[in-house]
């Protein structure tokens, strides 16, 4: 067991930045999903840790130990590929078996762990088979298989999901999640996909451009993003911009095109300040525009509804809040609001997080 | 679906296929008209009687092959012949790969460049090529003469085995280099990093799996490299000079010199038989090494 630090690391090349400065703890046993869009650094991230890319600056340290100089065979690190790059020439067994051999471990021991390991991810009767004879699951779970064989410091994914269709995808996700869970193993988890990442990680680290943009937990992600940027990543959001008019307690009061609104801040919202609120379409309640005063306490602002799309279990909406704000909302499915309809839109200030304005995009 | 139907569409899938086998005939043509005809006319004279007035006396006989089995020399020469064979493939192969392996994972800019400088010493012909390597290689050439005013002693480059190493190795290199560049480019280069992670030092993640999955195109580079190096004749005559006697430099002088041309083609056909049995053996051998790889 072992914890991973980054410290600092930056990697150049040329002229571009492909990291800038990421320091970010994995702690032992703990995923850690390094989010971001494609090209943000986090597989170069990832190819650093390894070993296959050397920093710039800064230092990789691996179960307390500086490994940033030694060459991917002395660090340990069990790697997922993201086509999975398993040894064409090779059977399942002996794809396996290879890190054990590197490590010149007796011949009864070698195939007792191979064994094992095939056991656990059940492909037992498919030992003897040729990587292209698998199936896109099964060639998945022998990567699994030959990374976690040689009990390795550190796990490392490369977005180990995106060769699978969407529905193997969704079962991988728990599956990868209870078999790193079994074994304990601090991993370090590269995608794109927020929706994998809320389900998978511990922690989330988003990183854009570059960039680490928050570290946290995907509740504290999800619900309390740092930046717009980030909010706008991870799900579907509404950003209403607006301009922070008072700090009552923990509430931010803002005035926005559409109307007062209040909402949980960051800190560091002071009184003039330019904002943007986000709120997530699901935590937004439509009602008859003629209905009686708002709750106590609920944000309540007028709107038309301009788009109603059928969703199956939810129907979504795009409501005209004036001078062209369009704000989704998720309503169930028999949502009575039709397209024309004046409708009030309510929100709990719980569910509204105030941002500073977007300094850079 | 009706039979009529269902006839027309096997009809249509017949026509397509035959379409299909059509586009073979033109290669076809060739080989049959340029190789196996002359092949088998080559076939035919070897079994005919030697003949001082006209190329052969048309009269079956089996003694240009039994001569030629019971003289030692044909041995001989035949076992050189391979030999040089085998040495020039071995050095284009050391020389080679390096090369492909470069040239397969430079960056796809430098690639069409190196590719041009690998492939420059087919673009001089033979014998220009060949004369440039005696002005370099003779007892007088360039090289012993800056051996020479060094103060050590010349050494013979030329007339001998060496003189033609370097002269085969030298055009057949290119031949060795684009055959297993390919089959270098389509290994995933992920598959040595995957192998280094694994924890196999830089060297061992080759051999463990580059080297294997680059099987196919040694084979191929090799089997190419031999049987030119084994067919050839003018760099072996012209920097062997006659003192290196190879199989094409025997059958040529049997025909064109004894006038013998059954015998000549006998030769021939022995060493042509001889040659397939061991790309066969070559072949197999390649095959069972390189199982599993697709």
């Known amino acids: 067991m072992a914890e991973l630090r980054l410290q600092g690391l930056t990697k150049r090349f040329g002229e571009v930045v492909a990291v800038r400065d990421l320091t970010v703890t994995v702690e032992s046993g703990e995923l850690v999903a390094l989010l971001g869009p494609s090209g943000c650094g986090k597989t170069t991230t990832l190819r650093m840790v390894a070993g296959f890319e050397a920093p710039t600056q800064g230092r990789v340290v ?29 059977t399942v067994e002996q794809n396996v078996a290879f890190g054990l051999e590197m490590r ?3 011949r009864s021991e070698v195939r007792r762990r191979v064994g094992e390991i095939l056991e656990r991810v059940g492909l037992t009767g498919l030992a003897r088979r040729y990587p292209r004879q698998l199936s896109g699951g099964q060639q998945q779970r022998t990567a699994l298989a030959r990374a976690l064989v040689i009990n390795p410091s550190v796990l490392l994914l490369d977005e180990p ?17 209870s078999l790193q869970r079994e074994f304990g193993i601090t991993t370090l988890y590269v995608t794109h996909d927020q929706a994998e990442a809320l389900v998978l990680a511990d922690r989330i680290a988003v990183l854009m451009n570059g960039v680490l943009q928050q570290v946290g937990s995907p509740e504290e992600i999800y619900s309390r993003p740092r930046t717009a940027t980030v909010a706008a990543f991870l799900g579907v959001t509404n950003l209403l911009p607006g301009r922070v008019v008072a700090r009552r307690s923990d509430l931010v009061v803002l005035r926005t095109s559409a109307g007062i609104v209040r909402a949980c801040g960051a800190d560091g919202l002071a009184e003039g300040a330019e904002a943007v609120v986000s709120i997530r379409p699901e935590h937004i309640d439509l009602d008859r525009a ?40 998720q309503g169930r499915a028999g949502a009575p609001q039709r397209v024309g309809d004046q409708v009030s839109v309510l929100f709990d200030p719980q569910a509204a997080w105030a941002l500073p304005a977007q300094e850079t995009a | 679906m009706s039979a009529a139907q269902a006839e027309t569409v096997i009809g249509r899938s017949v026509s397509r296929q035959l379409g299909r086998h059509l586009l073979v005939v033109p290669a076809l043509a060739v080989v049959v008209l340029c190789f196996v005809i002359p092949y088998l006319n080559l076939l035919v004279i070897s079994a005919m009687t030697p003949s001082t007035r006209a190329a052969y006396l048309p009269v079956f006989t089996l003694a240009n092959y039994t001569r030629l089995i019971a003289d030692p020399f044909t041995w001989r020469v035949i076992w050189h012949t391979l030999w040089l064979g085998g040495l020039t493939t071995a050095l284009s192969l050391l020389l080679g790969y390096p090369l492909a392996y470069h040239l397969a994972r430079a960056p796809r800019r430098s690639r069409g460049l190196l590719m041009v400088l690998v492939i420059s010493p087919l673009l001089v012909g033979v014998l220009i090529r060949t004369y440039g390597w005696m002005i370099l290689l003779q007892d007088t050439g360039v090289i012993n003469q800056f051996l020479r005013s060094l103060g050590a002693r010349g050494v013979p480059l030329m007339y001998n ?18 055959s297993v560049a390919g089959t270098i480019q389509g290994v995933d280069p992920e598959l040595e990093l995957a192998a280094r992670s694994l924890g196999a030092g830089a060297w061992r993640a080759f051999w463990r799996v580059t080297w294997p999955l680059s099987l196919p195109g040694v084979t191929a580079g090799t089997l190419l490299v031999f049987v030119l190096a084994i067919s050839s004749y003018v760099i072996p005559s012209l920097l062997g000079g006659f003192t290196v006697l190879t199989v094409p430099i025997l059958v040529v002088r049997t025909v064109t010199e004894l006038f013998n041309w059954p015998a000549g083609s006998a030769f021939a056909i022995l060493f042509f038989a001889i040659t397939l049995a061991i790309l066969w053996v070559y072949l197999r051998i390649m095959g069972w090494a390189s199982r599993g790889v697709s």
């Open chain 1, 104 to 106: 010149r471990l007796p």
């Open chain 2, 161 to 178: 085995d060496l003189g033609v190493l370097i002269g085969l190795t030298h055009v057949f290199v290119p031949f060795m280099v684009l």
């Open chain 1, 62 to 90: 691996l179960g307390g130990r500086d490994v940033t100089d030694d060459p991917p065979e002395r660090r340990n690190c069990g790697m997922v590929f993201q086509h999975y790059a398993l040894f064409p020439h090779l």
């Open chain 1, 290 to 329: 003629d209905a009686p005063g708002s709750r106590d306490g609920v944000n309540h602002l007028r709107g038309v509804v301009r788009e109603r799309t059928f969703l199956g279990g939810l129907v979504d909406f795009r409501v005209d809040l004036g001078e062209g704000f369009l704000l989704r909302v």
């Open chain 1, 161 to 177: 999901l995106a060769n699978l269709d969407a529905k193997l995808r969704e079962e991988m996700r728990f599956y990868i999640r």
